[in-house]
């Protein structure tokens, strides 16, 4: 019991719970959130009738309020998640793994926007798939996000490598970043935009970079304003792989 | 160690303690005094008595000399009486005779004088002599005016006082008490017999030659005559029979002296015959007076040359006798003073022996108690000091081979111990590796290698420079893991003793030592060995120990990101969540919905209001960390009224007591304290029993004894609630974890997670003790000055 008194009592066990504890928060407050989308669903299709116009625009805003604070939980739990990913290093064949992704989650593109991919076929990479998906998804979306109002999004994603490092880069002609914001880009306190105007709050980039952290890797953006955004990503070959 | 039984022991104990107390060179010296007075006495006495003997010869040999220097009257005083005789009977022819033989008379006596001059005194014979001498110068003087028979009586006394005093000369120098029986009888012959012998013949040949003169003869005379004759018969046999007794042994001299004394024997019984028969018998007398006379002087003068032999030769044996006695007495003399200065010699030689062996014995010892190798070598006798001093320097040796193994051991232990505590001070493999070569460096004194060397990481910045430098293959750690054992490799004329480390059977790097020689003496690889080991514990703590602190560091920024993570999306979800919670009450105000559709209404709105909840407890739980206000100095009194103040309506409630001792100020986040003991008096509160008042105590835990100092405060907060089983006890700070139903209790169950938060927060911790139905005891620390603390 005494040594639960030393000055240092803060042992590692504990600073990994708070990941689970996170989680956990997480978990007990998508409850609610599922029972009031749930009900306000219920409500819009049995009760559209018996509700006025302004009642069912009231319903209507409180389902959006409760789609974003899914999406604000459902990301503060990926986060706490990723963040006590254990690394699981295997073979990628990186030309497969972007195809998939992107045929599964960015099939149905915004009218007008495109996303061009090109990876060496018999590229194939030691790393962890899940940091991988992470990395290429937010900076995917990210790209998709931010485009400005009247252009549609067109994003390029590259896979190369270059002096034994693999290199992910992710180009978009979006509204580009003042260079003078760049260093705060990763920042989770600072937002660059209104909250209205973008949905998604900006965590993105805050998961790319402790995902890139966690492979080892560097990240390097090159922006301004209105000429788009280039996102590199470098990874290292991982230490003990591929010997 | 002989075996003495105890009689010996005690019988030479005072001998023992005696001898023990002395010295070496004191006990010889002891022992060579005590053999050297006897030595000296008997040596003393041998020399004594060898020279009382020589002494004794001289004086037989003077004694015989002055018996030779007078002998020559023996001859001419017999001479004179019988020539004087003849004249005072009328022969006038013996007047020129008389005269004739003056001047060897007078020689004679000169030459007495002489001796008497010498020896007389000495020899006690000066009285004597002068009584024969001056009687004979009367009997000179008067012979003539005598007649002839007084003349011949005054005569023959002076002879008789004559033969009288050689007599005298034998006894006195001791002629008679010769030890050698051959020469006794030799003196004998020489000074008793012959002289007797020859005088009976002078009387024999004086007055017969006066009885056939005058041709008659009284009957006194006859007697006297026949007497004489008998005598002179014995007398010569004496003399044969001596001479036989004193050449005995000696074959060569025998014959010559045999003769000369048988030849004088034979004309001494000669004469007797011719005497009886020419004096006693004169019908038929045949020769004159002088003719017989003559015949007399004829077997006077052959004793007188065995006289002189005799003397001659004994004079010969005495001179020969005392020159060897002397040559003797010098020999022992010499002989004595040889061995005195050769045991002088040896004492000088026992005493500096055992003088020097000591002294150096003591050197030795000097030098060993400082505790360096005696700088001379102790060469070993064969005596028992030798056997001392080997054992000593056996002794020495493994004395100084101990020193050595100690010093050496102490050198290596310290080497050992001081890289451990560099490995301490250091926490980057590279820059130990470069304080640790100085130190590897600087032990060349004892270890076989020059102050060269070099430190390889396997890992390290600069192991590739290194290499480089000293023209070897850089390590690859492809290839480390092959490189086990310690070899020597010669690079530019130096020899390089590559010195692998490794760890979990792992080549970390190498230790480069540049050292003398091509070989490594066995207790140097096992120490260089053992200093790998140290190398390979030292590096492999130091890797593993950044690794852990790297991963607690990345950790500890993981968990910060998170906060703020979690912090910014509680923040993010107020919003939403405030729309949910005004437009549901709107939808309830305004609009007529009823049955189901106002219970699900109803519910949605609980449902916000639940997550409400949450998201407090989510922001709250994150901004422990994330919103940080710096320490002050919080009064705990204080803080505790006010949390009291805040939990005002539930204490009312429960008409809990609260007793709390007097607290301290500490340095602490004031909010957060409250919070701290808001949620514990509240879950105190919460967890009650039914029925049962509650009583909440916060109690100061083992106040600080002086020296145990640690800058903690301990507290106890104690409750008499329901309490849990004590298998629960980290769960229930574990945020979302109840232990109970949700509808028992209300609340989200974060309080005891933030309350451990902040207790971390403050340097202390929390844990619980519980029994169900009695109560639960939260121990709790915090800090009791921030500045210590972050001292320590």
């Known amino acids: ?243 | 160690m002989s075996p003495q039984s105890p009689f010996s022991t005690s019988l030479l104990a005072p001998g023992i303690r005696l001898v023990q107390n002395l010295k070496f060179a004191e006990k010889f010296l002891l022992v060579c005094l005590l053999l050297l007075i006897p030595l000296i006495y008997a040596s003393y006495y041998l020399l004594d008595d060898v020279h009382q003997h020589a002494q004794e010869k001289q004086l037989e040999m003077d004694g015989l000399q002055y018996a030779v220097q007078v002998s020559a009257l023996l001859e001419l005083i017999p001479q004179h009486r019988g020539m004087t005789n003849g004249l005072l009977r009328g022969d006038e022819n013996f007047r020129a005779r008389i005269a004739a033989m003056q001047p060897a008379l007078e020689k004679a006596l000169a030459d007495a004088d002489a001796a008497d001059q010498r020896w007389g005194a000495e020899l006690q014979l000066h009285e004597p002599w002068q009584q024969v001498r001056s009687r004979w110068l009367r009997l000179h003087d008067n012979a003539r005016q005598l007649s002839a028979d007084t003349s011949w009586q005054q005569h023959t006394d002076l002879i008789a006082d004559y033969l009288d005093l050689v007599f005298r000369i034998t006894v006195n120098s001791s002629l008679y008490t010769e030890d050698d029986p051959a020469t006794r009888h030799m003196i004998e012959v020489n000074f008793h017999y012959l002289p007797q012998l020859i005088e009976a013949l002078g009387q024999l040949r004086g007055s017969g030659s006066g009885m056939i003169a005058d041709g008659k003869i009284t009957m006194e005379e006859h007697h006297e005559f026949t007497r004489l004759i008998s005598a002179v018969s014995v007398l010569s046999h004496e003399v044969q029979r001596n001479m036989g007794f004193a050449f005995e042994r000696s074959w060569p001299l025998r014959t010559a002296f045999a003769d000369s004394a048988n030849q004088t024997a034979s004309q001494a019984d000669g004469y007797a015959a011719l005497a009886q028969a020419q004096v006693l018998q004169p019908a038929v007398p045949a020769i004159s007076a002088p003719l017989y006379f003559d015949h007399g002087t004829e077997a006077i003068s052959s004793g007188y040359r065995l006289l002189k032999m005799t003397t001659e030769h004994n004079r010969e044996n005495f001179e020969r006798d005392i020159k060897s006695l002397n040559s003797h007495r010098n020999t022992l003399v010499v002989t004595f003073m040889l061995g005195m200065l050769m045991i002088g010699y040896l004492i000088m030689a026992f005493y500096f022996s055992i003088r020097n062996t000591t002294g150096i014995l003591k050197n030795v010892v000097d030098h060993l108690q400082h505790g360096d190798a005696p700088q001379e070598v102790v060469l070993p006798g064969r005596d028992e000091l030798g056997k001392i001093v080997q054992l000593f320097n056996q002794l020495s040796g493994q004395l100084i081979r101990t020193n050595t193994e100690l010093r050496r051991s102490h050198h290596e232990d310290q080497l050992l111990s001081d890289l451990s505590l560099l490995a301490l001070q250091h926490d980057n493999l590279n820059r130990f590796a470069q304080a640790a070569l100085p130190l590897i460096v600087a032990a060349a004194e004892w270890l076989p290698c020059k102050p060269a060397g070099q430190i390889n990481l396997v890992r390290g910045d600069n192991s590739r420079y290194v290499a480089a430098t000293l023209g070897m293959e850089p390590i690859n750690p492809a290839t480390a893991t092959h490189l086990t054992g310690m070899r020597i490799e010669r690079v530019a004329q130096n020899n390089i003793l590559r010195l692998p480390f490794m760890i979990g059977g792992e080549c970390a790097g190498e230790l480069l030592l540049a050292i003398m020689g091509e070989t490594l003496p066995p207790e140097k690889q096992i120490f260089l060995s053992r200093l790998a080991n140290a190398f390979a514990i030292a590096v492999g703590r130091l890797s593993a120990e950044s690794a852990l602190q790297q991963r607690e560091v990345d950790l500890l920024r993981s968990n910060e990101e998170l906060e703020r993570f979690a912090y910014i999306s509680s923040h993010d979800m107020q919003e939403p969540l405030r729309k949910i919670q005004s437009f549901g009450d709107r939808l309830i105000s305004s609009t007529k919905l009823e049955g189901r559709s106002l219970d699900f209404l109803q519910r949605m709105v609980a449902a916000a209001g639940r997550m409400q909840e949450l998201i407090e407890d989510l922001l709250m739980y994150s901004r422990v960390n994330a919103s940080q206000r710096p320490f002050v100095p919080t009064d705990l009194n204080q803080v505790v009224a006010e949390a009291c103040n805040t939990l005002e309506l539930q204490i009312e409630e429960t008409r809990a007591k609260i007793h709390i001792d007097p607290l301290p100020v500490i340095d602490a986040d004031k909010i957060q304290m409250v919070q701290l003991f808001q949620n514990l008096i509240g879950n105190a509160l919460k967890y009650r029993r039914e029925g049962v008042t509650p009583i909440i105590t916060i109690t100061v835990d083992e106040p600080n004894k002086p020296g145990t100092e640690d800058n903690m405060l301990r507290l106890i907060c104690q409750d008499n609630g329901i309490g849990f089983e004590q298998q629960y006890a980290e769960q229930i700070f574990e945020a979302f974890k109840r232990l109970h139903g949700r509808g028992e209790y209300s609340g989200s169950g974060i309080g005891l997670s933030v309350c451990r938060r902040i207790v971390e927060r403050h340097g202390g911790a929390i844990y619980a003790t519980s029994e169900p139905g009695v109560g639960t005891r939260m121990h709790l620390s915090v800090w009791l000055s921030h500045k210590n603390a972050s001292a320590i």
Request: net charge negative.
């Open chain 1, 1 to 243: 019991m005494d040594k639960i008194f030393h000055p240092i009592a803060m042992d590692r066990k504990e600073l990994s719970d708070m990941h689970l504890q996170i989680r956990r928060m997480c978990h007990d407050l998508n409850a609610p959130i599922r029972a009031i989308h749930g009900f306000a669903e219920i409500l819009q299709r049995r009760e559209a009738d018996q509700l006025s116009e302004r009642g069912n625009m009231y319903l209507q805003r409180m389902v959006a309020a409760t789609h974003t604070m899914e999406q604000i939980v459902s990301r503060l739990h990926q986060y706490a998640r990723l963040a006590t990913h254990p690394l699981k290093l295997k073979p990628v064949s990186v030309a497969q793994f972007t195809e998939e992704i992107i045929s599964v989650h960015y099939r149905h593109l915004p009218v007008g926007a495109s996303l061009q991919w090109q990876a060496d076929q018999s590229l194939v990479w030691p790393s962890d798939p899940v940091l991988l998906e992470t990395i290429l998804r937010e900076l995917a979306e990210n790209a998709l996000l931010y485009t400005k109002a009247e252009a549609p999004a067109q994003v390029n994603i590259a896979w190369s490598i270059e002096q034994g490092r693999l290199l992910l880069t992710v180009r978009d002609e979006g509204i580009g970043i003042d260079p003078e914001y760049h260093q705060r880009v990763f920042d989770l306190f600072e937002r660059l935009h209104g909250r209205d105007q973008f949905a998604g709050a900006g965590t993105g980039l805050t998961m790319v970079l402790k995902a890139v952290g966690l492979l080892g890797g560097t990240i390097a953006l090159a922006s301004a304003v209105d000429l788009g955004t280039t996102v590199q990503i470098s990874l290292p070959k991982p230490d003990g792989a591929g010997a």
